[in-house]
């Protein structure tokens, strides 16, 4: 059987902690992108509040040159930091936006039912560039 739901203010408790966590990154000047920003960074206080953790990749925004691409982990990863491609701190918006997801539905991006299925980072990243897309002005 399907575990009990969350309780809805609980979920948007935990969806505003991560909001007001980023914002807080992102109002700082420069802004700081986390760049690594998943459900497993995330660390629940001892009233439930959710924190956020595992400051390894961030960095500040740069201005002048390109930030390094494949920053993070692939399943929260924005297409853009996928491509290799210019980034902002939009890229933490897209992971935030893979965490809600999580959120509502009690699952984790990337995992399947059939442990034997198993995609790597590299074979993902193949797969998304061979679309060749440009996401450079998203």
């Known amino acids: 059987p399907p575990p009990p739901p969350l309780a809805h203010a609980w979920v948007l408790r935990a969806a505003l902690d991560v909001a007001r966590g980023m914002a807080y990154l992102h109002s700082a ?7 690594d920003l998943k459900s497993p960074n995330l660390l629940l206080d001892e009233g439930f509040g959710v924190k956020i953790s ?10 002048t040159r390109t930030m390094t691409g494949g920053a993070g982990t692939y399943q ?4 853009e930091v996928l491509a290799n491609q210019r980034y902002t701190e939009k890229a933490d918006v897209y992971s935030f936006a893979i965490i809600l997801w999580e959120l509502l539905t009690r699952e984790v991006v990337g995992v399947t039912a059939d442990p034997s299925v198993e995609i790597s980072a590299p074979e993902a990243r ?8 440009d996401f450079s002005r998203v």
Not at 29 to 35: A, V, Y
Not at 54 to 63: E, I, K
């Open 76 to 79: 929260w990863m924005a297409p």
């Open 29 to 35: 000047t420069p802004p700081i992108l986390h760049r």
């Open 126 to 133: 193949r797969a998304f560039l061979e679309e060749g897309r």
């Open 54 to 63: 595992d400051f390894g990749l961030a960095r500040v925004r740069a201005t």
